[in-house]
């Protein structure tokens, strides 16, 4: 996560259909006594789409907006780790981390979250991986000039993995059996949709759709009745083209692509998402894998832990536990794909 913002918070009717990895498909019009508003602004380095459905209450809006503001950094000073003063790069520049640490319930909820996910998925998702994500130059730290050796890798993939860290649920506290550089990147986004959620049902919000850098979180319909309707986009670096579309009522789906995040070295195409059981980035045919949830923190972890296992392994466990999974695969001819049979009762295009 980063901590840039990308202008204040505006709160505009929404009128056109969303165009982002995971956008609002839907557009006709509204009931008098209601609309469809959208508060947006930016966190964690990318921007939110909010939309919510109230009727015409500027006052409420302002307020709604400047309370989402607040709740999202709440997060990112607690999680990034591109502050160095957030709760999170305290805790990992600490020198005595094999003393149990007291966090704030946020942190603690999303760390056990994702060692939860870990235990899953066979370690495919691993919040101390960050090490080695640095390593590669996809964290804070600078773009390295060349890539790591064989030997750097090995050295640090032996002194991290997610079962170093033990959890105290009564007392909200951690510790590591050794010391531990903890990144969540691949979880506090979706957090961050969970938040907003939580905020707006606090606020007597009875319909929305909430968006953050493409994961989203929905509840209720719209003032015509309808469902919410999002698309999940063909990979591609060009022209944005929708590849299925479902219905989400009271349920979240984020999306994990070697597609959008990576560099070039030396004729080599890197990903940002990185193996932890090899330290190296992502090098298989699953173009992108998409997962709904009832919790978008879920389908956040989810989504980067099937991203890393590849699309036979992902395919596997996930049919296995009734995740509701869709995979886009690179073929021979263009893409093919894949869904479990839970995800199929989503789609309605």
């Known amino acids: 996560m980063t901590s840039r913002m990308f202008g204040p918070v505006r709160v505009v009717m929404a009128s056109v259909i969303m165009t982002l990895a995971v956008a609002a498909l839907a557009g006709c019009s509204f009931q008098e006594e209601e609309k469809v508003w959208e508060i947006s602004g930016g966190i964690f380095g990318t921007s939110y789409h909010i939309n919510v459905v109230l009727p015409d209450d500027n006052a409420k809006l302002k307020l709604l907006a400047q309370g989402i503001q607040s709740e999202l950094e709440q997060v990112d000073n607690a999680m990034s780790t591109w502050k160095q003063d957030s709760e ?70 032996s002194v991290t993995g997610w079962e170093f860290l033990e959890l105290d649920q009564e007392a909200l506290a951690i510790r590591t059996q050794q010391p531990q550089y903890i990144d969540l990147s691949g979880i506090a986004k979706g957090y961050g949709v969970d938040v907003v959620a939580r905020y707006l049902d606090s606020q007597g919000v009875q319909a929305y759709l909430v968006e953050i ?57 890197y990903s940002h998402t990185i193996d932890p059981d090899t330290g190296r980035p992502i090098d298989h045919r699953l173009a992108s894998v998409t997962v709904i949830s009832d919790d978008c923190m879920t389908a956040d972890a989810l989504a980067t832990a099937f991203n890393v296992m590849g699309f036979e392994r992902a395919m596997s466990l996930a049919t296995r536990e009734n995740i509701p999974a869709y995979f886009i695969v690179r073929g021979e001819a263009g893409f093919d794909v894949h869904s479990t049979p839970a995800f199929s009762a989503y789609v309605v295009q």
């Open 88 to 157: 999170l790069s305290r805790l990992n520049h600490q020198t005595d981390q094999m003393e149990w640490t007291v966090l704030s319930a946020p942190l603690f909820e999303v760390i056990q979250r994702a060692q939860e996910i870990s235990a899953q998925t066979d370690g495919a998702f691993d919040a101390t991986i960050g090490p080695v994500v640095n390593l590669w130059g996809f964290g804070p730290e600078a773009r390295p000039e060349h890539t790591p050796s064989d030997e750097e890798l090995q050295r640090m993939l």
């Open 213 to 269: 850098g493409g994961e989203v979180r929905t509840r209720g319909r719209k003032p015509e009745g309808d469902i919410w309707r999002l698309a999940v986009e063909t990979p591609s670096e060009q022209a944005r083209q929708v590849n299925v579309v479902v219905a989400l009522d009271q349920k979240s789906m984020a999306t994990s692509g070697d597609y959008r995040n990576y560099y070039e070295s030396e004729g080599m195409r």
